[in-house]
């Protein structure tokens, strides 16, 4: 059985970098696109980006400039980084699993509450 | 890449059944085959029910099913039950770039 498990900082001042990492458990690492989605307010669901165990990545433009993805396949780990934040980016944030050709978002982490204020 | 476009809200009675639009571009959803839906409840992960356009995953009812014609998918839900009340979620592979539309507020009345 595949689970994710994400963690990272709540909280967050104007400017500082948002950092998240979700570690998956059971199931093969590669052979998939990990993903980070997140849901703001009023906004639904929006793609962050996406990272596989070679370090091959997709992202979103909107996000390109302030975004480090990073994978640690020792960890079966993979890492979101967005820098330089605003009250726009507090946001519900996810990790994914995605597989094109195959079911797509099928696993997820159980969700981060992002909140960005002074 | 913009969102793709879904009603705000839909609702049905218990036994109707609703449809869901999802409006794209010839970029995303008429471009690929890879259109799928996700039912979102407050408080939990998104739950994917429809891969592939039409595809049920292991598990989930017959109840759900998907089409797509041109730029537009829909998920129809028959036999509405309460529990299906939640937000609905279309998304489309877009070529190494991924959409989701704005999602959709399911109201069993």
């Given at each position: 059985?595949?689970?994710?498990?994400?963690?990272?900082?709540?909280?967050?001042?104007?400017?500082?970098?948002?950092?998240?990492?979700c570690?998956?458990?059971?199931?093969s690492?590669s052979?998939?696109?990990?993903s980070?989605i997140?849901?703001?307010?009023?906004?639904?669901?929006?793609?962050?980006?996406?990272i596989?165990?070679?370090?091959?990545?997709?992202?979103?433009?909107?996000?390109?400039?302030?975004l480090?993805?990073?994978?640690?396949t020792?960890?079966?780990?993979?890492?979101?980084?967005?820098?330089?934040?605003?009250?726009?980016?507090?946001?519900?944030?996810?990790?994914?699993?995605?597989?094109?050709g195959?079911?797509p978002?099928?696993?997820?982490?159980?969700?981060?509450?992002?909140?960005?204020?002074? | 890449?913009?969102?793709?476009?879904?009603?705000?809200s839909?609702?049905?009675?218990?036994?109707?059944?609703?449809?869901?639009?999802?409006?794209?571009?010839?970029?995303?959803?008429?471009?690929?085959?890879?259109?799928?839906?996700?039912?979102?409840?407050?408080?939990?992960?998104?739950?994917?029910?429809?891969?592939?356009?039409?595809?049920?995953?292991?598990?989930?009812?017959d109840?759900?099913?998907?089409?797509?014609?041109?730029n537009?998918?829909?998920?129809?839900?028959?036999g509405?039950?309460?529990e299906?009340?939640?937000?609905?979620?279309?998304?489309?592979?877009?070529?190494?770039?991924?959409?989701?539309g704005g999602?959709?507020?399911?109201?069993?009345?």
């Amino acid at each position: 059985q595949v689970h994710l498990q994400q963690w990272g900082a709540g909280l967050l001042r104007p400017s500082e970098t948002l950092s998240l990492t979700c570690t998956v458990y059971g199931g093969s690492f590669s052979g998939y696109f990990w993903s980070w989605i997140r849901q703001t307010p009023g906004k639904g669901l929006e793609w962050i980006g996406e990272i596989n165990h070679g370090g091959n990545t997709n992202d979103n433009p909107s996000f390109r400039s302030r975004l480090t993805l990073s994978v640690d396949t020792s960890q079966n780990q993979f890492s979101l980084k967005l820098s330089s934040v605003t009250a726009a980016d507090t946001a519900l944030y996810y990790c994914a699993r995605f597989s094109l050709g195959g079911e797509p978002f099928d696993y997820w982490g159980q969700g981060t509450l992002v909140t960005v204020s002074s | 890449q913009s969102a793709l476009t879904q009603p705000r809200s839909v609702s049905g009675s218990p036994g109707q059944s609703v449809t869901i639009s999802c409006t794209g571009t010839s970029s995303d959803i008429s471009g690929y085959k890879y259109v799928s839906w996700y039912q979102h409840h407050p408080g939990k992960a998104p739950k994917l029910m429809i891969f592939d356009v039409s595809k049920r995953p292991s598990g989930v009812p017959d109840r759900f099913s998907g089409s797509k014609s041109g730029n537009t998918a829909s998920l129809t839900i028959s036999g509405l039950q309460a529990e299906d009340e939640a937000d609905y979620y279309c998304c489309s592979y877009a070529g190494a770039y991924t959409s989701f539309g704005g999602g959709t507020k399911l109201t069993v009345l």
